[in-house]
């Protein structure tokens, strides 16, 4: 492959996953923390309760005005919301990203004969697969992770094997001695 069809591929590559990233924006937009707990500074521990936040007392070391006596700790409950909503959207985001992933890579295998473009497309492939695990790593278990990761590399190492049976590519013979 010559410098020209080399930077086609990576091209089509980050091309590939910026479409599959943004496109999956447009559906299932980021979770922003300030949907879920407003800047409002409060200031009375009878609006703080009224919200359902936490009224936390100060300690005399932590008292920075004559009168103030705690604040209100609104992160309490507003954070496992936004927590919850992040992993939801991780979920939705993993199971649409992964099939497309895999999709991807398969077509670019299969129905791109020009290098360049099955090349690039099978990168964007496995970096939409990259992408789908990682936006849900951090809330799998180890199990899950592990599994996901050899069925990953079963799966590339049987394609790049089938591929390479398939169009003409040669297994390296080792010489003997």
Known sequence: MDLKNIILGIAIVILTIFVIVNG???FYPKVEYSDFCAAEVIETQERCEEIGATWEV????????EGEKGFCDRNFKCR????????????KVFYIALPFGILILLAGGF??????VGAGL??????????????YWRYGEDL???IISLLGLVAVIFLAYWFNRKFGAKPIKRKKR
């Not at 496992?80 to 979920?91: C, I, L, P, S, T």
């Not at 964007?124 to 992408?131: A, E, K, L, P």
Request: glycine share 16%.
């Open 24 to 26: 999956i924006g447009v």
């Open 58 to 65: 100060y300690d005399g070391v932590r008292r920075l005005f």
């Open 80 to 91: 496992d919301r936004y927590d919850d909503a992040r992993e939801e959207r991780a979920k």
């Open 111 to 116: 129905l791109f004969y020009l290098e360049a």
């Open 122 to 135: 099978m990168g964007g492939g496995v970096g939409t697969i990259v992408y789908a695990a990682g936006s």
């Open 144 to 146: 899950f992770r592990f």
